[in-house]
C-alpha cells in the first residue's frame, strides 16, 4: 500500500510563524554543519525586505 503526503506553506495563516525561518534555526539547533549561517541570511533576508 503507498500513502501520499502533501505538505502546504501555511506562514502566517494557520501557523504563527514563518516555516522555512523556524525550520533553518531547528537545524542550526542540531550543529548541522553550515545551518547556523543559513539561518543567520535568512534573518537578514527577513529583517532587509518586511
Do not use: K
Amino acid at each position: 500500500m503507498s500513502r501520499n503526503l502533501a505538505l502546504f506553506d501555511l506562514d502566517h495563516t494557520l501557523l504563527p510563524l514563518d516555516s522555512d525561518q523556524a525550520w533553518a534555526h531547528f537545524v542550526a539547533g542540531l550543529g548541522i554543519e553550515g545551518a547556523a549561517r543559513h539561518a543567520q541570511d535568512i534573518d537578514e533576508y527577513y529583517r532587509q525586505n518586511m
